[in-house]
C-alpha cells in the first residue's frame, strides 16, 4: 500500500477520496456478496460474517511471487518469515481486497453505533486514510490496510488459521 499517497492528499482530496471510496464500494461490492451467497455463505453486515467472508476470499487472491532485495543483509534474507512474505497480489485481487476493506469497515460501522466512517488522524500513518472511527483510546481502523494484512498474513502463514477471527475479535474488545 502506498502510504504516501494518502498523507500527500489535502483536506479536501481526502474528503473527496472517502466519499467516493464509499459510494463506489457500496455499489461494487454487491456482485462479490452475490457470489458469495451462491457459494453458500451468510453476510448480512455483521462482524459475525467477516471472518467467513474473507475466508472465502482468501481462496479467490491470486499471488504474484517477488525476488528477495539482494541490498537487504544476509540475516534477513535467510529468515523464513521474510522469505513468506516475498508476494504481492494481482491486480484482480487488489480489487477483492478493496471490497473486502469496505465491508469489514462497514459490519463494524452497522453493528456499532458509536462507530462512523472518517478519515485516518494526520499524526498517524493513517493519515487520510478511510477509517473507521470511534473505538476506545482513539483507535482508527484503517480498513484497507487492516485487510490487506490480513490476507497477506493469511496466505504466508496457513497454519494460523484463526488470524482473521482473532483481529475482528481484537476490534470489537476496541469498541465503547
Known amino acids: ?6 498523507q500527500n492528499l489535502n483536506p479536501s482530496e481526502a474528503r473527496q477520496l472517502l466519499e467516493e471510496y464509499l459510494e463506489l464500494q457500496s455499489a461494487n461490492i454487491i456482485p462479490l456478496l452475490e457470489t458469495y451467497r ?33 541490498s537487504l543483509p544476509g540475516w534477513i ?25 469496505y465491508y469489514l469497515g462497514e ?10 466512517w472518517g478519515l485516518g488522524n494526520q499524526e498517524t ?21 487492516v485487510t490487506e494484512n490480513l490476507f497477506l498474513r493469511t496466505l504466508a502463514d496457513p497454519e494460523n488459521p484463526n488470524g482473521i477471527e482473532t483481529a475482528v475479535n481484537s476490534w470489537r474488545l476496541s469498541v465503547p
Open 1 to 6: 500500500m502506498d502510504l504516501q499517497y494518502f
Open 38 to 70: 451462491l457459494a453458500g455463505g451468510r453476510c448480512g453486515y455483521t462482524t459475525d460474517s467477516v471472518t467467513p467472508f474473507f475466508t472465502w476470499l482468501v481462496d479467490q487472491l491470486t499471488v504474484v511471487r517477488k525476488a528477495p532485495d539482494s
Open 77 to 101: 534474507l535467510d529468515c523464513p518469515t521474510y522469505s513468506r512474505f516475498l508476494f504481492h497480489f494481482d491486480d484482480p485481487s487488489n480489487v477483492l481486497i478493496l471490497r473486502a476493506s
Open 107 to 116: 459490519s463494524f460501522v452497522s453493528e456499532f453505533s458509536g462507530l462512523s
Open 125 to 145: 500513518v493513517e493519515a487520510n486514510m478511510p477509517v473507521v472511527v470511534g473505538f476506545r483510546h482513539g483507535l482508527e481502523m484503517a480498513t484497507l490496510l
